[in-house]
């Protein structure tokens, strides 16, 4: 139990074009889903927490207009880069929280290149 | 000073040796405590989770919480070349709303 996939697992775009980016929990309800950003050989970095049916709430330094997340129901949260530019090229994971036991469960990770 | 530290590495071990992982902290709030393997370019794993003091077995895996030292260790006994990876340790409070602080990871290399 306790799946949450992604989709794409890949993408490649050309700058100034947006990518949105799925995150399901397969087999459970998630209230939260939270977006992280992994540099290679770095730890992982929350962008931003989302809660399903409000506004997300981003971290402090992360362009709210330049990832727009959508929570739209307990299984699926979007994260959409808008105009994609070269330095947004990371790795971006998701994670979801079934509660209980409130632990975070990881997606396997969208690999984006912006050229 | 960061709430959650942990060792880098990397640790190299030989197959079949105990493996020894561990994190500092300095929150006393924090009650859950979380271990995550991460291979690389791939999403982590939760491989335990533990509420408050105490240890929790999962087959070749221990995890240990000592809430007085402010210390969580991870072992892994008969260790092997798949558990190769980077090691997390995440943390939180009871009310933080589930997000977690995590440590920068432990890199692990099992050799044959």
């Known amino acids: 139990g306790a799946v949450v996939s992604q989709h794409p697992s890949w993408v490649i775009c050309k700058s100034g074009t947006s990518v949105k980016i799925e995150c399901r929990s397969l087999?459970?309800?998630?209230?939260?889903m939270f977006w992280y950003r992994q540099f290679p050989k770095q730890s992982l970095m929350l962008m931003a927490t989302?809660?399903?049916?409000?506004?997300?709430?981003?971290e402090q330094g992360v362009e709210k207009d330049k990832f727009l997340i959508n929570h739209a129901s307990l299984t699926l949260s979007t994260l959409t880069v808008t105009s994609a530019h070269p330095e947004d090229s990371s790795f971006y994971i998701c994670?979801?929280?079934?509660?209980?036991?409130?632990?975070?469960?990881f997606g396997p990770g969208t690999r984006l290149l912006v050229l | 000073q960061k709430e959650v530290e942990q060792d880098p590495g990397p640790l190299s071990v030989p197959e079949g040796a105990i493996v020894s992982l561990n994190c500092t902290y300095s929150?006393?709030?924090?009650?859950?405590f979380m271990w995550y393997r991460q291979y690389s370019r791939k999403g982590p794993e939760l491989l335990m989770y533990?509420?408050?003091?105490g240890n929790k077995e999962d087959g070749r895996f221990t995890a240990q919480v000592d809430k007085s030292s402010k210390y969580i260790s991870l072992f892994i006994r008969d260790s092997q070349p798949s558990d190769s990876a980077t090691y997390l340790c995440?943390?939180?409070?009871?009310?933080?709303?589930?997000?977690?602080?995590f440590g920068k990871g432990t890199s692990l290399l099992v050799t044959p």
């Open positions: 994670s979801a929280s079934q509660e209980p036991p409130g632990a975070q469960y």
């Open positions: 533990t509420y408050s003091s």
């Open positions: 929150n006393s709030a924090f009650q859950y």
């Open positions: 989302s809660n399903e049916g409000s506004k997300a709430t981003y």
């Open positions: 087999d459970f309800q998630a209230t939260t």
């Open positions: 995440a943390m939180r409070a009871q009310n933080s709303g589930y997000a977690l602080n």
